[in-house]
């Protein structure tokens, strides 16, 4: 924490220096007076001046005068780099007003004394440049707006902001002030995108770098139809590696850049499209490895309605990145089964280990059952009872059944148990097992484990070529391209699951036949199979 009688030691600007690399060194700067945690707890990761600037390339007006908000400022380096560019874009600017909220106490200096020498940067290009630090929480600020409650606000004509990324508690007074838009425990970054959303003058332009966990997931649903509801996105720019965006702060996130415009049925707008995207509804999505190769990234069009289906209830975002990804959003596409259509249920494992710590053991007795555990699960098999290949405290692997546990105890016959979570080390999101409830007869019930899900039929058992060929294909390369052109975080939540979409029952018992005839279910060629079942290498 930088101490008051400090703040006369921070850095001065060089003489000629452009506004964004002393923005940058101030981040360094700051970065070095204040501890990871403090950084961590507010969610501060500051835009790398690359991005910032390639952000800023997007900020298009034919006014001479634009008024900006930057919710999230923290040191200002994204404000002002985007200003940089915005003045070199847009040449008959003459007055830029930015409101900038930052509630961190510590930062505020830093902030200042960026804005400062931006203003004085600008003038001496003859444009007048007025700014406001707001020192107050940017949601709590706004909570009215979130309500409903006012009806007449400030609007911009352009919002840029790499905002916190955490999650809110639900008690929290900023998810308690956007209850009426969020659902359940949420990130904070999905507040600041619709509060933004809704601050945007008709016509006004968003651009934003976030996660993207936003594009699926039930707590994430609420969000994307109030939404896309008030933006069209016109660009999403994905980054490959989870850690080249956010390098310097270590940050292991999949990140995108979004930008929007505020929907209007009064065009021509103040601020028009880059790629005049808004009225037939396409969208250019465009990807790199990471930063430096920003300048060669590759990129393709997409109409609105291939990416998101606006009728449907979840209304999940795909973010296809390659003509592959494409085509695979198409085949699932062309299907219309899903679990529900089967008779089929997923479900979340009912234990939890530190609610359950005096039925989980070590030995198997008479009266214990099987616990399924996330690393019992693999890729087409489990292994259990395993007690070697645990990271951190021990996890037994068997449940004291009793009249008290039966309640957190499944029936045992045919699941499929299924990841609820992915590792860096794993190589595809969906990681499911088979279990065929034959190999234990003498078992009545099973226990699984919070961090795993289960799919069942809800009536009856699934047969063994029906557990293992949805197996398979939850375990293809297939599902997992497609799975992941719209999540992007660790998770695989049962929501998702139910949603998408299968071939019919056939296909699926179909590819079970084909495995369950292999001596070893779990050492086959899944992709192969599914593929010839699928007739993919015919398409």
């Not at 007025?130 to 709590?140: E, G, P």
């Not at 929290?172 to 425990?185: S, T």
């Not at 920003?294 to 979840?314: A, E, K, N």
């Not at 037994?396 to 979570?421: A, C, D, W």
Request: proline share 4%; charged share 25%; net charge neutral.
């Amino acid at each position: 924490m930088l101490r008051e009688d400090k703040v006369e030691d921070i850095i001065k600007p060089h003489e000629s220096e452009e506004p964004s690399a002393y923005a940058d060194r101030l981040g360094i700067q700051y970065t070095s007076h204040v501890s990871n945690i403090h950084k961590k707890d507010l969610g501060q990761f500051f835009t790398p001046k690359i991005i910032a600037k390639f952000m800023g390339e997007f900020a298009v007006s034919n006014s001479d005068k634009v008024k900006i908000l930057d919710p999230g400022c923290g040191i200002g380096i994204l404000s002002t780099a985007m200003v940089e560019d915005f003045i070199l874009i847009n040449p008959k600017i003459k007055t830029i007003e930015l409101i900038a909220f930052e509630n961190d106490i510590d930062i505020l200096p830093y902030a200042e004394a960026c804005f400062t020498y931006l203003k004085n940067w600008l003038e001496s290009k003859m444009i007048e440049f007025i700014y406001f630090l707001c020192k107050n929480d940017f949601i709590l600020h706004n909570s009215q707006i979130l309500a409903g409650k006012e009806s007449s606000y400030e609007q911009y004509d352009l919002i840029v902001s790499n905002p916190p990324y955490f999650k809110l508690p639900k008690q929290d007074p900023r998810a308690l002030a956007a209850k009426a838009v969020i659902y359940g425990q949420t990130n904070i970054y999905s507040i600041f995108l619709l509060l933004s959303a809704k601050l945007l003058k008709p016509g006004g332009k968003l651009i934003f770098i976030t996660p993207r966990s936003f594009c699926s997931g039930n707590y994430f649903r609420m969000f994307r139809e109030q939404f896309f509801n008030l933006i069209d996105i016109s660009n999403i720019h994905l980054f490959d590696s989870r850690s080249n965006a956010f390098k310097r702060d270590k940050v292991l996130q999949e990140t995108l850049i979004m930008v929007g415009t505020a929907k209007t049925n009064n065009l021509p707008q103040q601020l028009n499209l880059q790629f005049d995207l808004a009225n037939n509804k396409k969208i250019l999505i465009s990807k790199s490895a990471g930063l430096s190769d920003l300048s060669q990234r590759s990129w393709m069009f997409y109409p609105l309605d291939s990416l998101v289906d606006m009728d449907s209830y979840q209304k999940t975002l795909h973010l296809p990145s390659s003509t592959e990804d494409d085509d695979v959003i198409r085949t699932f596409r062309g299907w219309n089964m899903t679990l529900h259509k089967l008779g089929w249920e997923v479900s979340t494992g009912k234990i939890v280990d530190f609610r359950s710590k005096d039925f989980i053991v070590d030995q198997e007795s008479k009266s214990t059952v099987p616990l399924f555990w996330l690393h019992n699960v693999h890729s087409m098999y489990y292994n259990w009872p395993d007690t070697k290949n645990v990271k951190g405290k021990s996890k037994g692997q068997f449940y004291i059944s009793t009249n008290e546990s039966q309640k957190t105890l499944v029936p045992n016959k045919n699941y499929i148990l299924l990841r609820r979570f992915s590792s860096k080390d794993d190589s595809k999101k969906l990681i499911a097992a088979p279990y065929l409830s034959e190999k234990w007869p003498q078992h009545i019930k099973l226990g699984i484990e919070n961090h795993l899900n289960y799919i069942y039929k809800k009536e009856g058992s699934l047969s063994n070529n029906e557990t293992l060929g949805l197996a398979a294909l939850l375990n293809s390369e297939l599902f997992d391209r497609y799975f992941r052109t719209f999540n992007g975080n660790i998770n695989v939540s049962a929501t998702e699951l139910r949603e998408i979409t299968l071939p019919n029952i056939e296909i699926i018992t179909e590819i079970g036949e084909t495995i369950l005839k292999k001596n070893n279910t779990h050492n086959v060629n899944i992709d192969q199979i599914v593929s010839d079942h699928l007739n993919l290498n015919q398409q």
